[in-house]
Every structure is written in structure tokens, then in C-alpha cells.
């Protein structure tokens, strides 16, 4: 093993020399002959029932890629898909299936594993993927929790390996261009960068505690979590609502969002983390299993006064409003929306100013990864390991102060932000949709309000007031087989 991850760390030295794309100055022919090189790219896709649907067609269509594994724990799904690739996805048609991703790992053949496992195994296959010197692709969120997503950031820089997060928004030349916009000034001071996922959900219902079915592995299905008895709400897509194995909405939909949010913070102010975060919330309307808020509104504010509103609604009803989608507030009081629409506000007008260029890597978001990948260049990734910790953490810290919330009335006193009349007035928009459109009873329903959590972003813990039990939330409990090291000893 040692061996080859020198090899592997020789080789990406040798294929980044020299070399930068898109708006570094890497020539389209260039590119080209990257993205299609002669010798063929090894892949494994591993979570391959939802998500892994999409890796498997967005990988296996490009030049000289060729899917050697499909991994997942699931026996009847890992036969089904198995027969699709090696029918369908050209140049894979010797595909194997196996149950566990470390078979994978010790094949010297591999280059590159994409990864859209339950969240809880995300940062654990980045470690794993960096220590036997293979990149990897891997959905949002990055990180399960804000201690593993440090040690997945310190195993990508130790081992060089690329590492690109499923937040395709980071491959979109309109969103690099409107974020490159705002960072330049010119639509003036940014002052809130607000993330929304919107979307129809419906509840799950109740599912009683059984034996795994014998087509499931279930001790790696489950992996680093320690998720002690079964049933059928968590396999396959509805452990998102579950805090052991997802994150909720706002870490699952809302990364995308998130993400967009955290990026379009001033580059210029060491805007890592917030300096402090409140969220607040409810599972309305839906009497069931799940964990998670369907209803949510959070704020964090960062050391440069900039702050990132979130807000999460699920609840379907008549008139329901889906949004999925970013806006901006600016000092002057005007506002942007996605695409680029602009709110003027008592005159306020965009500035001739000069626009610094944001650098992506072509070739949409699996292409742009190959292309980093062949040329062992982790800096050419679009939405690195380092932006997935930042942004990914913004998410996990606010469901921490959610978690940690009391109940109070459902009435519009519940939402606490002192002076901030822009925090109030969203909140008020959510309030009076959860009120007049899901039809939450004023006299009898509770919101969750969470407390504000002041965050040491430096050392990557909270301080002050709720400081111990929210520091309890920055790690989860871990099973033995599946435990990671820490950041120093990755």
C-alpha cells in the first residue's frame, strides 16, 4: 500500500506540472486531450440504488471511462444494476459487483471511486480513498458531521489525491459568472446570501422494528453509525429524516443551496466559518418515524457582519410555493435572484465596476472531475474538499443549535432576533405559510427554537453559553470497525 501511494503522489506531480484550466489559462485543446486521454480512467461507483443511478450514466458516458465496480450492500439491487451496466454503459461491460468498497480499495487498478452512500459514509470513503491513493467523487453532503469532515480535509491535503463534491453548481459557468459578479461589488455590499430548499415532501409514516432482509448487509449498510435495530423507513432513501444516518433537508436538498450561499461570501475576509448560528423549526403536519425538521429558518452570522439566511419547507399544501434556489440582499437594498434578475430599491442599480473571473474546470461536473483526475491536480476541482468542509459544516452547525432547541408556542414571538428586521420578515414568511397554508393550529402547535451558538471557528468548536452539550453534536458516536483517526494521524 505504501508503495503505491508513493507512486500514485509521483505520478500527480508529474501530471500537475504546469498544468491550470478554464479561466486559469488552459487551452481548450489542451483540455481535451485531457478529458479523452488514450489511457483508460478506472472507476468504481459505490451506492448505486438513488443517487449512484446518475454517477453511473454521467461517468460511464464519458471518453475512455470505464466503471470496473459497482459496490453496494444491498444484494438484489447491486444484481440489478450490475446487469444495466454491462448491458447498457459502454466500455464497462465487465463490470463487477461487490458489497464492500475496501475489496475496491486494494485493487492497484482502480483510479477513482464516486460515492453516493448514505451520508454517514461519506467523509469515512474519502479517508479511506486518500490513504490507498485514489480520488474520489462524492455527494453532498461531504461530511456526516464537522469532526469528520476535518479529518476527511486533512487525509485530501496529506495524500494529494482530488477530491470534487456533488454540488454541481460549482461546475455551472451562469453560477460561477453571478457569484464572481456579487464577490466584485457589483451590486454593492452583500449583505445576506440566502439559500431555500422548498420542495413537496410527504410524510413516512411508521415502520416497526424487524430483521433486516438477507438481501441487505446490514452491518455495512449501517457502517460508522451505530443505528442498533432495523426497519424498512431507512432503506433506501428515507434515512435522510434520521440524525444518525442524514442530515435532514437542509444538509440533503439544502447543501446544493448552502453551498451557493457560503460561496458568494466576500474571498477576501477569511470567511471560513460563521462566528455564530441559531436555527429554528418543526416536523409539522406529518405525525410520523422521522427526526428531522420539514420546516426550518436559520441564520449565521460571520466576523465581516455577512450573514447566509436558510430556509427549509416541505410540507405540501394547496398554493405551495417550490423553491429551490438563492437570493441576495445588498446594503443599498437591493436584491438578487437566481439567473441573474435584479431588485432595484429606492434606485439602487448594479455598479460598473471590474468583475474578477471565478475559475471552474469544464466539462460539467463528472467531466471536469476525470479532467482534474488525469491530471492529478486536486486544485482543478470544481467544489474541493476544502470548500465541501466549509460549507457543508455551516449546515451541520445550524442543525446543532435545531437540535438543541426547547419548545415554544407557535406564534410569531418565537422567532428572536433582536434588531435584524430582515431575519424577522423571513421568518414571518415562513410563519405565515406554516399558519395559512399547512393549516399548523396557532393554539396548540410548538415551534423548536433553537438557542444562538457562538462557534470558534479556528479551533472548530462552540463557546460560551450551550458550549458543552453543542460540542457533544460536532461528533457522532462511531462503531468500532468503521472508526477514523484523527486530523494529525490520518
Given at each position: 500500500?505504501?508503495?503505491?501511494?508513493?507512486?500514485?503522489?509521483?505520478?500527480?506531480?508529474?501530471?500537475?506540472?504546469?498544468?491550470?484550466?478554464?479561466?486559469?489559462?488552459?487551452?481548450?485543446?489542451?483540455?481535451?486531450?485531457?478529458?479523452?486521454?488514450?489511457?483508460?480512467?478506472?472507476?468504481?461507483?459505490?451506492?448505486?440504488?438513488?443517487?449512484?443511478?446518475?454517477?453511473?450514466?454521467?461517468?460511464?458516458?464519458?471518453?475512455?471511462?470505464?466503471?470496473?465496480?459497482?459496490?453496494?450492500?444491498?444484494?438484489l439491487v447491486l444484481e440489478n444494476r450490475v446487469a444495466?451496466?454491462?448491458?447498457?454503459?459502454?466500455?464497462?461491460?465487465?463490470?463487477?459487483?461487490?458489497?464492500?468498497?475496501?475489496?475496491?480499495?486494494?485493487?492497484?487498478?482502480?483510479?477513482?471511486?464516486?460515492?453516493?452512500?448514505?451520508?454517514?459514509?461519506?467523509?469515512?470513503?474519502?479517508?479511506?480513498?486518500?490513504?490507498?491513493?485514489?480520488?474520489?467523487?462524492?455527494?453532498?453532503?461531504a461530511s456526516h458531521d464537522v469532526y469528520e469532515g476535518?479529518?476527511?480535509?486533512?487525509?485530501?491535503?496529506?495524500?494529494?489525491?482530488?477530491?470534487?463534491?456533488?454540488?454541481?453548481?460549482?461546475?455551472?459557468?451562469?453560477?460561477?459568472?453571478?457569484?464572481?459578479?456579487?464577490?466584485?461589488?457589483?451590486?454593492?455590499?452583500?449583505?445576506?446570501?440566502?439559500?431555500?430548499?422548498?420542495?413537496?415532501?410527504?410524510?413516512?409514516?411508521?415502520?416497526?422494528?424487524?430483521?433486516?432482509?438477507?438481501?441487505?448487509?446490514?452491518?455495512?449498510?449501517?457502517?460508522?453509525?451505530?443505528?442498533?435495530?432495523?426497519?424498512?423507513?431507512?432503506?433506501?432513501?428515507?434515512?435522510?429524516?434520521?440524525?444518525?444516518?442524514?442530515?435532514?433537508?437542509?444538509?440533503?436538498?439544502?447543501?446544493?443551496?448552502?453551498?451557493?450561499?457560503?460561496?458568494?461570501?466576500?474571498?477576501?475576509?477569511?470567511?471560513?466559518?460563521?462566528?455564530?448560528?441559531?436555527?429554528?423549526?418543526?416536523r409539522f403536519s406529518w405525525d410520523d418515524q422521522g427526526?428531522?425538521?420539514?420546516?426550518?429558518?436559520?441564520?449565521?452570522?460571520?466576523?465581516?457582519?455577512?450573514?447566509?439566511?436558510?430556509?427549509?419547507?416541505?410540507?405540501?399544501?394547496?398554493?405551495?410555493?417550490?423553491?429551490?434556489?438563492?437570493?441576495?440582499?445588498?446594503?443599498?437594498?437591493?436584491?438578487?435572484?437566481?439567473?441573474?434578475?435584479?431588485?432595484?430599491?429606492?434606485?439602487?442599480?448594479?455598479?460598473?465596476?471590474?468583475?474578477?473571473?471565478?475559475?471552474?474546470?469544464?466539462?460539467?461536473?463528472?467531466?471536469?472531475?476525470?479532467?482534474?483526475?488525469?491530471?492529478?491536480?486536486?486544485?482543478?476541482?470544481?467544489?474541493?474538499?476544502?470548500?465541501?468542509?466549509?460549507?457543508?459544516?455551516?449546515?451541520?452547525?445550524?442543525?446543532?443549535?435545531?437540535?438543541?432547541?426547547?419548545?415554544?408556542?407557535?406564534?410569531?414571538?418565537?422567532?428572536?432576533?433582536?434588531?435584524?428586521?430582515?431575519?424577522?420578515?423571513?421568518?414571518?414568511?415562513?410563519?405565515?405559510?406554516?399558519?395559512?397554508?399547512?393549516?399548523?393550529?396557532?393554539?396548540?402547535?410548538?415551534?423548536?427554537?433553537?438557542?444562538?451558538?457562538?462557534?470558534?471557528?479556528?479551533?472548530?468548536?462552540?463557546?460560551?453559553?450551550?458550549?458543552?452539550?453543542?460540542?457533544?453534536?460536532?461528533?457522532?458516536?462511531?462503531?468500532?470497525?468503521?472508526?477514523?483517526?484523527?486530523?494529525?494521524?490520518?
Amino acid at each position: 500500500m505504501e508503495n503505491s501511494r508513493r507512486s500514485f503522489i509521483k505520478k500527480s506531480a508529474i501530471g500537475a506540472a504546469g498544468i491550470t484550466i478554464g479561466g486559469m489559462g488552459f487551452s481548450a485543446k489542451s483540455y481535451a486531450s485531457i478529458l479523452g486521454a488514450n489511457e483508460r480512467f478506472r472507476i468504481a461507483v459505490c451506492g448505486v440504488n438513488g443517487r449512484g443511478k446518475s454517477h453511473i450514466n454521467g461517468l460511464g458516458n464519458l471518453e475512455n471511462v470505464e466503471i470496473v465496480y459497482l459496490v453496494e450492500p444491498d444484494r438484489l439491487v447491486l444484481e440489478n444494476r450490475v446487469a444495466e451496466v454491462r448491458e447498457n454503459v459502454e466500455n464497462s461491460s465487465r463490470v463487477k459487483g461487490v458489497a464492500d468498497v475496501r475489496h475496491v480499495l486494494d485493487d492497484k487498478n482502480i483510479d477513482a471511486i464516486s460515492v453516493a452512500t448514505p451520508n454517514n459514509w461519506h467523509s469515512l470513503m474519502v479517508i479511506w480513498a486518500a490513504q490507498a491513493g485514489k480520488h474520489i467523487y462524492v455527494e453532498k453532503p461531504a461530511s456526516h458531521d464537522v469532526y469528520e469532515g476535518r479529518v476527511a480535509l486533512a487525509a485530501a491535503e496529506k495524500y494529494g489525491i482530488v477530491v470534487q463534491h456533488g454540488t454541481q453548481r460549482r461546475s455551472s459557468p451562469e453560477w460561477a459568472k453571478l457569484i464572481g459578479e456579487i464577490r466584485s461589488g457589483k451590486y454593492g455590499k452583500m449583505l445576506v446570501s440566502h439559500g431555500f430548499a422548498c420542495k413537496p415532501r410527504a410524510g413516512i409514516g411508521y415502520k416497526p422494528f424487524t430483521n433486516p432482509p438477507e438481501h441487505l448487509d446490514w452491518n455495512l449498510w449501517r457502517g460508522p453509525s451505530v443505528v442498533d435495530r432495523y426497519h424498512e423507513n431507512l432503506v433506501h432513501y428515507n434515512w435522510h429524516w434520521f440524525w444518525q444516518v442524514g442530515n435532514g433537508e437542509l444538509n440533503n436538498q439544502g447543501t446544493h443551496q448552502l453551498d451557493v450561499a457560503y460561496w458568494a461570501l466576500d474571498p477576501e475576509v477569511e470567511n471560513t466559518h460563521p462566528v455564530r448560528v441559531m436555527a429554528m423549526g418543526g416536523r409539522f403536519s406529518w405525525d410520523d418515524q422521522g427526526e428531522t425538521p420539514n420546516t426550518m429558518f436559520a441564520v449565521a452570522e460571520f466576523k465581516n457582519g455577512q450573514r447566509v439566511f436558510f430556509n427549509v419547507r416541505n410540507v405540501n399544501h394547496e398554493g405551495y410555493q417550490r423553491e429551490v434556489t438563492n437570493r441576495f440582499y445588498f446594503e443599498d437594498g437591493g436584491r438578487l435572484h437566481e439567473g441573474g434578475e435584479y431588485f432595484s430599491h429606492n434606485g439602487s442599480q448594479p455598479r460598473d465596476v471590474p468583475v474578477k473571473e471565478v475559475p471552474i474546470t469544464p466539462g460539467g461536473n463528472y467531466g471536469s472531475f476525470v479532467a482534474a483526475c488525469r491530471a492529478g491536480n486536486p486544485s482543478m476541482a470544481n467544489g474541493n474538499m476544502r470548500d465541501a468542509h466549509y460549507s457543508c459544516t455551516l449546515g451541520h452547525l445550524m442543525n446543532i443549535s435545531y437540535r438543541l432547541g426547547k419548545e415554544v408556542p407557535f406564534n410569531a414571538k418565537a422567532g428572536k432576533f433582536g434588531d435584524d428586521a430582515l431575519a424577522f420578515e423571513e421568518f414571518m414568511k415562513i410563519h405565515e405559510i406554516a399558519r395559512d397554508g399547512m393549516g399548523v393550529p396557532v393554539d396548540q402547535a410548538k415551534y423548536v427554537v433553537g438557542p444562538w451558538l457562538e462557534f470558534d471557528g479556528e479551533a472548530e468548536h462552540f463557546v460560551r453559553d450551550h458550549s458543552v452539550e453543542a460540542n457533544r453534536l460536532l461528533f457522532d458516536p462511531r462503531r468500532a470497525e468503521f472508526d477514523i483517526p484523527s486530523p494529525n494521524s490520518v
